[in-house]
């Protein structure tokens, strides 16, 4: 046999370092021109591998997926979310809970969520319409508007306006300090008496509080509604038992945690670049007006092609999530490359969706290429906004079918300008656009 002889893994010296300390958002999306495959990069306490190489990508995703455990910032993560489906480490339980999730996932199941999201984006227009002229920040509403979908897609109207607000802040504050802490590997340990923790472990308490209190009013009802609760609570393992009460917060925490700030950022990007992209956003219209007579449906999300392309393509430019963590377990080769233990790999989407070899200018928000974009094949590995692989995001048809009615319907009735200028985008766990997204409401059409 031939030895192949091994590549080298260039290294980010000390000012690729201080580069990426200011800027890390271009850092990542721009690694590709001078380091094709990957770097390194060395910190002191951490060594990590930035790869944005399509087939390395598949080899620790999938082909080899027991060798790359998640890393640092998911053991942040299940402070939040226990032993959520994102946070579980075990692959063999971690297989078992994704089975049982899956059904309530499936795009045909996810007709009570598109008609629930109609329903609070009307909400939220009435309230757009009082402020009409006035500045808001989108970004907010955005955030505000998702969580009383998700909230109403999990409990129905078992949960009260109190607690949906209750909810927002108290994921707000939470993912702001999970972010904090996962950023910074010196972070001192939660259970420390240090007042952002104190918050951080009430605003726990509460929601766990608003979670079980549900589970056990619902237990009691003789007619329960079909929402996702009562999905979770009736699914069963193979061996016929159900979710102890325990794995149920978990996964209600887990779908609030890691559906909710993806969510809010991909609509705001996707406005960002349609206002700054007016004829995109002319032909969004162009698709969308005739509901400004009546609202979308499950239904009429399948005819929404441009607006497919739409999201597809400002996930592409702004990554929610720009990149991925894993832990190499044991040393190996891949792709010619040497990984080392205990290093870890750094699965760099905002690398991938701007590899000037997979994307003509890359930088170019232009939702037309993806009319033909296959997203099967190698291209999962070339661009992946919800990640690839067995654990790729169970909740990637719940937004995108989330977020196509949100934009059908804010495109047909809404006028609004942009205020903001530039944004910088702010690359922590997920990629928020610096302090949101300012636009000026002018016209609401109301019903
Ligand atoms: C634009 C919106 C979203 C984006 C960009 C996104 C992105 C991602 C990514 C990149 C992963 C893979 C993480 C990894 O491999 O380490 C993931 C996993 C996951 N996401 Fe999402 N997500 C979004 C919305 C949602 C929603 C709405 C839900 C729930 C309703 C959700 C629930 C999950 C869960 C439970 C996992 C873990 C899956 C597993 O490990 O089996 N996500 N998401």
Not at 144 to 150: A, P, S
Request: hydrophobic share 40%.
């Amino acid at each position: 046999m031939v030895a192949v002889a091994q590549k080298q893994i260039p290294e980010a010296g000390i000012m690729g370092i201080l580069n990426a300390r200011k800027d890390r958002f271009g850092t990542l999306s721009k690694a590709p021109l001078k380091y094709p495959d990957l770097f390194l990069f060395k910190i002191p306490g951490r060594t990590a591998y930035v790869i944005h190489q399509p087939e390395m990508v598949q080899h620790i995703l999938q082909r080899n997926m027991l060798n790359y455990q998640k890393d640092q910032g998911y053991k942040v993560l299940a402070l939040l979310l226990g032993n959520g489906l994102i946070t579980n480490a075990d692959n063999d339980s971690w297989r078992k809970q994704r089975k049982l999730l899956q059904p309530p996932f499936h795009r045909e199941s996810l007709t009570n969520m598109c008609r629930i999201a109609v329903e609070s984006v009307e909400e939220l227009l009435k309230v757009w319409k009082t402020k009409e002229g006035a500045e808001i920040n989108f970004t907010h509403d955005m955030a505000w508007l998702t969580i009383d979908i998700v909230c109403k897609t999990l409990f129905t109207s078992d949960v009260s306006n109190e607690q949906i607000q209750m909810v927002w802040r108290n994921l707000n504050f939470l993912n702001e300090a999970a972010t904090k802490m996962a950023s910074n590997p010196w972070h001192l340990p939660w259970k420390w008496p240090v007042p952002r923790y104190v918050k951080g472990r009430k605003y726990i308490a509460e929601l766990n509080d608003m979670i079980y209190g549900i589970m056990k009013r619902r237990r009691q009802q003789s007619n329960p509604p079909n929402d996702l609760l009562q999905i979770l609570l009736e699914a069963r393992y193979d061996d016929g038992t159900p979710m102890s009460d325990e794995q149920i917060r978990d996964e209600v925490m887990t779908v609030f945690v890691a559906g909710h700030e993806t969510t809010v950022n991909a609509l705001s990007w996707t406005w960002y670049l349609l206002k700054k992209n007016p004829a995109c956003e002319k032909k969004l219209f162009e698709e969308n007006k005739r509901f400004a007579q009546a609202n979308p449906t499950f239904a009429d999300v399948a005819q929404m092609k441009y607006g497919w392309c739409v999201m597809n393509e400002a996930m592409r430019v702004y990554p929610p999530v720009p990149v991925i963590g894993r832990a190499v377990v044991t040393d190996e080769e891949v792709c010619g490359y040497h990984l080392k233990k205990n290093c870890s790999t750094i699965i760099n989407i905002a690398g991938l969706h701007h590899h000037p070899a997979h994307w003509e200018n890359p930088a170019q928000f232009n939702p037309e290429r993806f009319l033909n974009f296959d997203l099967k094949g190698d291209n999962r590995f070339v661009f992946m906004p919800f990640g690839a692989g067995p654990r790729i995001c169970i909740g990637n048809n719940f937004a995108m079918l989330e977020m196509q009615i949100i934009n059908a319907m804010l495109s047909s009735r809404v006028e609004m300008e942009l205020t903001s200028k530039e944004i910088e985008p702010e690359p922590l766990i997920t990629l928020k656009p610096g302090n949101g997204v300012m636009v000026r409401i002018k016209q609401v059409e109301v019903r």
